[in-house]
């Protein structure tokens, strides 16, 4: 295991050494058990989440506060053979946000063996000219008998040797049983520099609100759709704001959205026979956003067709990517 000595970590520059500060991120296969880590770990379903940092363009997933840490959790997309323009520039942002995060946390799911997505993703993380720290996530271990989490930890450490890279520490955990969820935070947190909180406890710019909306909503238009449309699938927000002229204890968030699409063809199946589609997309998007918000919502969802946006660099720019 790593123990070598960090200059930013290891050495108090500023002479304040009571505080630690700063970024992580999960990476793990498909339903590894990130989201579900991260919402242990924040404490609350719905973590604060998504926000734009001034620091950095990435989006929050959660910030876990503590007297004596605040550790930022960055979220990032998972990584995909591109195919497309913006396929390169999300493998680009997750490469780049892995290069700024102090710790990136691995996660490996004790119930399935260690396969080719898992070497192939610390591979590619081995392969950054400039390393943060790694630390080895053996979550689910719920669902293991001891002797199957004891060999999975012993072919987590082999991968030291066979991707040429080192663990902080292992830590087997649970996160749908509470167990050794603390124990993460605390090794996460101890692999912070010294510093003070980036954000204000509890507190974050309201901008966020729209990038959580877009997620929710897209979220909502992926369930049941198949094959290569959810990758042409994106979420412009047209307009979002309280409607005036309401009392105070009756708010209504008004939020005006455009799903993208990149054809005719992938239009007709976003809007479904009559409307169908749409109008379950728009259901189910509207009860998330107004349960996450705590506001009732009206959405209006319409379908619009950016020809190949996913290729053109205009378009990309315009929606954020
Ligand atoms: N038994 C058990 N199930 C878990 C645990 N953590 C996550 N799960 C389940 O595993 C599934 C995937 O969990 P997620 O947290 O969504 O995984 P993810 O890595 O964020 O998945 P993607 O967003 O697809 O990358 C969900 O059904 C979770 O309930 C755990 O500690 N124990």
Not at 101 to 121: A, K, M, R
Not at 122 to 143: N, Q
Not at 223 to 246: A, K, N, Q, W
């Amino acid at each position: 295991m790593g123990d070598d000595f960090d200059p930013e970590t290891d050495i108090d520059w500023t002479g304040d050494k009571s505080f630690r500060s700063g970024f992580a991120c999960f990476v793990g296969r498909p339903n590894a058990g990130k989201s579900t880590l991260t919402n242990a770990l924040v404490g609350a379903k719905i973590a604060i989440t998504s926000s734009k940092p001034q620091t950095t363009r990435h989006s929050i997933r959660g910030i876990v506060n503590r007297e004596d840490s605040q550790l930022v959790l960055i979220d990032t997309p998972g990584l995909h053979k591109p195919r497309t323009l913006l396929g390169q520039r999300l493998n680009d942002l997750v490469r780049e946000t892995w290069t700024e995060v102090d710790v990136i946390g691995v996660c490996l799911p004790s119930n399935q063996p260690i396969g080719p997505g898992d070497t192939f993703l610390v591979g590619e993380i081995a392969k950054l000219p400039k390393k943060p720290k790694l630390v080895a996530l053996a979550t689910k271990t719920d669902l293991v008998s001891g002797d199957t989490l004891r060999k999975h930890l012993v072919e987590i450490q082999q991968l030291e040797e066979k991707l040429g890279i080192s663990w902080e520490t292992i830590i087997p955990c649970s996160a749908v049983a509470g167990e050794q969820v603390d124990v993460v935070a605390d090794e996460l947190v101890k692999l912070l520099p010294y510093g003070p909180a980036f954000y204000p406890d509890g507190e974050l710019t309201d901008e966020p609100d729209e990038t959580l909306v877009k997620e929710l909503i897209r979220e909502a238009a992926l369930e049941g759709v198949r094959d290569e449309l959810p990758h042409s699938i994106t979420v412009e927000i047209d307009e979002m704001g309280l409607r005036e002229g309401r009392p105070e204890d009756k708010p209504l968030l008004d939020v005006f959205a455009s799903m993208i699409v990149e054809r005719d063809s992938q239009k007709g199946i976003m809007i479904g026979h009559k409307g169908e589609h749409l109008r379950e997309v728009g259901t189910r998007a509207r009860h998330q956003i107004s349960a996450l918000l705590g506001t009732p919502v009206h959405l209006d969802l319409k379908v619009k067709v950016l020809k190949d946006w996913q290729r053109d660099p205009k378009y990309l720019n315009r929606l954020g990517f």
